[in-house]
């Protein structure tokens, strides 16, 4: 079996090739390009062997390998992702604590003989693309929650009462129009009461009646906030900013729905579980066979209970170990809260732990472990969710 390392990186790769069968390096470690020319340069080092006695392995860390990936599955190159925490533990299994590009290289190769790892397919190239989509998507609600919570500083300044008038909040589409057009106090009372009038009936549906316009002129009347003419401009930007990605937003869900919808995964059929939450945790579990049992799986989530023994001492609890992906374990934990009151048999689970004096956290992890072996199960035998 011919093993070739490869150690990823933002300008230059690196590479080695060893023959496991005979332990004979083939080629020692050598820089490419994270280029085509230097992809070039790798694939022109491969031996000409059966594609079945060849093996391409490399660290899933960042962005920069993507690229790579891209050009093995396209030239048919047998190539497989290996965890850094595996490669870690065979690094900190030596007396010496070192790490080199070059000895990186040979890491992997290591790896490779010892971990039987998995081929990477089109598939999970198709799920990979899915979790980038699913990433970029969690940080532009990142943002969004960002910019409302600075809008909310502007208004906190500039019109405090102004948290009163709507009963669902501030971040709705009526509040957003009527501050796009009058973000103060003083510009609210400079403006007519019919104006006023027409603009809230037309931007909530004709759900706002006259006499809340009397009651926003009231509370702009007595207002306490400071008029400066700074946190109205920052006012109608930042609801323009949060109205922006807002669009982004919906065109993602969009995409991510085309993209499931290719897939046929089962996960949407468990109650609670939409397109977006279902997408998020499909895509960072990736193809549900490189997992052996659920234990497996739980520990990829970071939520398996971390453990604390030496001697005669043994921790009473744990932590969970958050190790794993934190996309994947927000995304269990909020769907195990969601199935909870979806479903009976969950709600009942739940009950019980906080009926045995567990706190909702703890409840909580007890519900997305009884998830997780479901999720497990359902995506083994790509059958839909029933209890």
């Known amino acids: 079996m011919i093993y070739i390392g490869v150690d990823i990186a933002k300008v230059n790769h690196f590479a080695a090739v060893v023959n496991h069968s005979t332990g004979e390096v083939l080629v020692k470690p050598f820089a490419f390009k994270n280029n085509s020319e230097g992809f070039k340069q790798l694939l022109n080092i491969i031996p000409n062997v059966p594609k079945d006695q060849l093996l391409v392995g490399m660290e899933a860390t960042g962005h920069y390998m993507n690229a790579l990936i891209r050009f093995l599955l396209n030239h048919q190159i047998p190539m497989t992702l290996i965890n850094p925490i595996q490669t870690d533990a065979i690094r900190n299994s030596g007396i010496r604590k070192t790490k080199t590009d070059k000895g990186d290289t040979f890491l992997i190769i290591q790896a490779l003989s010892l971990l039987n790892p998995r081929l990477f397919t089109e598939r999970d190239w198709e799920l990979l693309e899915l979790k980038l989509l699913c990433r970029h998507r969690f940080h532009l609600v990142q943002s969004q929650s960002s910019l409302k919570r600075q809008l909310i500083g502007c208004l906190d300044q500039v019109f405090p009462e102004y948290a009163t008038f709507f009963s669902s909040g501030p971040h709705i589409l009526t509040s957003y129009e009527l501050l796009k057009r009058y973000s103060t106090p003083v510009e609210i009372l400079k403006a007519s009461k019919s104006t006023l009038n027409h603009l809230l009936m037309k931007a909530s549906k004709s759900h706002f009646k006259a006499d809340k316009v009397d009651q926003l002129r009231a509370l702009a009347k007595s207002s306490i906030g400071v008029s400066l003419a700074v946190l109205s401009i920052q006012i109608k930007q930042v609801i323009a900013q949060i109205e922006f990605i807002d669009k982004q937003i919906m065109d993602l869900n969009h995409q991510i729905k085309q993209m499931m919808d290719t897939l046929h995964s089962p996960i949407c059929t468990i109650p609670g579980i939409s397109y977006t939450l279902g ?13 052996s049992d659920p234990s497996k799986l739980l520990a990829f989530a970071g939520l398996d ?64 472990h009884k998830l997780i072996r479901i999720l497990f199960k359902i995506l083994s035998d790509n059958i839909a969710f029933d209890l």
């Open 305 to 368: 209970p971390s453990v604390s023994q030496s001697g005669k001492f043994e921790a009473k609890s744990g932590r969970v170990s958050k190790r794993g992906s934190k996309f994947l374990r927000w995304a269990i934990l909020r769907a195990s809260f969601l199935i909870s009151f979806n479903n009976d048999t969950f709600n009942q689970y739940y009950t019980k732990k906080i009926q045995a004096g567990k706190t909702h956290s703890c409840a909580l992890g007890h519900v997305s």
């Open 279 to 291: 997408s998020i945790i499909l895509s960072e579990i990736g193809d549900i066979s490189r997992f």
